[in-house]
């Protein structure tokens, strides 16, 4: 999930991970000099959902806004 606030709003395709703990999104379409937030989501059969902590990463001015984040799970 990811958005302009800790209420993120938008969220990427989802994918299925088998025995992984690193996983990556691509988004697109960003403001420029903003600062976004975003966390994991992991949806399980056993646990239910659960959320990864909110951290931040703020895009460059006068770039295409586009990004991809890899996060790793522990």
């Known amino acids: 999930e990811y958005g302009r606030t800790i209420k ?5 395709q989802p994918i299925t991970m ?3 703990n ?10 420029q000099g903003a600062v ?3 966390r994991a989501k992991a949806v ?5 959902t659960i959320y990864g902590a909110d951290l931040t990463f703020k895009t ?3 770039t295409e806004a586009n990004i991809s984040i890899s996060i790793y799970a522990r």
């Open 22 to 31: 690193i996983f990556n999104a691509a988004i697109e379409n960003l403001d």
């Open 8 to 12: 993120y709003g938008s969220s990427t």
């Open 36 to 38: 976004y937030h975003y």
């Open 60 to 62: 460059l001015v006068d």
């Open 44 to 48: 399980t059969d056993t646990a239910g």
């Open 18 to 20: 088998i025995n992984s």
